[in-house]
């Protein structure tokens, strides 16, 4: 009998995570990798949170919460919505589950059946897919190209729907590209969306990180109508640095997030209690560490963008959030001898000792992702010697 179900046969394991092992074999021999793989803010959680969920332990805090989350979390992310997004929930319309990621994975588990369609935007966040593909649905690509700031257009959006459509992924500030929707870009999607009676899953996890004077708008707040078909996902991990703490949370429609809590009470019960704690604390107490963080990032952003832009070969645009650069990189390929993008970052790890993500992973080919959450001296070095390795190859 064979050992594993068809459903993990096609699964792939995400390939930041697989470079990032690389990676770490490397610095294990001794070799001196510099890696901009990372998808986390490099600096600790806030003090503020760390003794808050410190303090709920001393308190006896460490049992099982109601499976949705707890009352007074609820609370605290319905406040940040209708504070950040002017959006208005209820506590039945709110999940607190185990990061963004679980919480995505939750949400299509609950609404799709064998075969729905979910659109998915071109360069895209390497989880969707296989999400969507374990839960039974199949992944629609459209491609946003870099003409077109790597974002999707309304007419694309249209001519993708089939009457198998579920759903349509934005993610704005977007991981990989760093690109952010406007709200009149938003507005023509939300209507094709409503036209055509889609729900809209809107991932906002990069709300916080936004450059040049850039304000988030979250599609939900166009209307009460496209409020109504639109689950909005975020969490605190990127914005309070607080990756390891899995907090992430969904609000929209009722019966949905009834569902995925009925779902995770059968799962995980509930995200960890401790961790709940220092979720409150990060919403209700002080937001200026966030704040600090983004300038940290968009002051990097500033001095390593021309930097980048000047190796040869390597062509980009100027994120205008999250902390991600995609530079494409088909010149620098064609001209240094490598047919692939995997080859190319494979080879970046092991003669110029720097790891990056190919884009493969995320449906553009001739791309590589950089993150700029590593101390800025560390990525200096990094575009020394990939600039090295291009120009000695070339
Ligand atoms: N969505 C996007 C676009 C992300 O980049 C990430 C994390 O990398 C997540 C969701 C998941 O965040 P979390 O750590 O809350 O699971």
């Avoid at 990798?33 to 490099?42: N, T, W």
């Amino acid at each position: 009998k064979q050992l594993l179900a068809n459903r993990v046969k096609t699964l792939t394991p995400s390939s930041t995570l697989a470079i990032t092992a690389k990676a770490k074999e490397l610095k294990e021999q001794g070799i001196d990798v510099i890696g901009l793989g990372a998808g986390e803010p490099d600096f600790n959680t806030p003090k503020n949170i760390l003794d808050a969920a410190t303090k709920s332990m001393e308190q006896g805090f460490t049992k099982y919460t109601p499976a949705g989350g707890l009352p007074a979390l609820k609370q605290a992310i319905i406040a940040k919505l209708q504070r950040d997004n002017e959006l208005t929930y209820k506590a039945n319309e709110v999940i607190v589950g185990v990061g963004a990621k679980h919480v995505l994975y939750t949400l299509f588990q609950v609404i799709l059946n064998e075969g729905d369609e979910v659109i998915i935007p071109i360069p895209y966040w390497v989880s969707y897919p296989e999400q969507v593909k374990l839960a039974g649905g199949v992944p629609v690509y459209v491609e946003g190209t870099s003409e077109q700031q790597y974002k999707i257009t309304a007419q694309q959006l249209a001519a993708a729907i089939t009457e198998k459509t579920k759903a349509v992924i934005i993610n704005s500030p977007s991981n990989p590209s760093g690109m952010v929707y406007s709200p009149e870009e938003l507005k023509a999607l939300a209507e094709v969306a409503e036209k055509h009676d889609i729900l809209i899953v809107s991932d906002e996890i990069y709300e916080k990180l936004l450059y040049n004077g850039n304000k988030h708008f979250s599609i939900a707040q166009i209307s009460p109508a496209i409020k109504a078909r639109t689950i909005v996902i975020n969490g605190l991990a990127k914005s309070h640095s607080m990756t390891g703490w899995r907090i992430g949370y969904a609000a929209g429609d009722a019966d949905i997030i009834n569902a995925m809590t009925d779902l995770a009470s059968h799962s995980t019960s509930n995200a960890t209690t401790t961790a709940q704690y220092a979720a409150i604390e990060a919403y209700n107490g002080p937001q200026d560490a966030v704040e600090e963080m983004r300038q940290a990032f968009e002051e990097r952003l500033e001095k390593i963008y021309p930097q980048i832009a000047a190796i040869p070969g390597f062509k980009l645009l100027k994120p205008e959030g999250a902390f991600y650069l995609l530079p494409d990189v088909a010149e620098a390929m064609e001209k240094t001898g490598y047919d692939n993008v995997d080859a190319f970052a494979e080879a970046l790890l092991t003669e110029a000792n720097v790891a990056v993500i190919p884009g493969s992973g995320f449906g553009t080919n001739t791309t590589i992702r950089l993150s700029y959450a590593i101390a800025y001296d560390l990525l200096e070095e990094a575009v020394r010697r990939m600039d090295k390795f291009v120009k000695s190859k070339w």
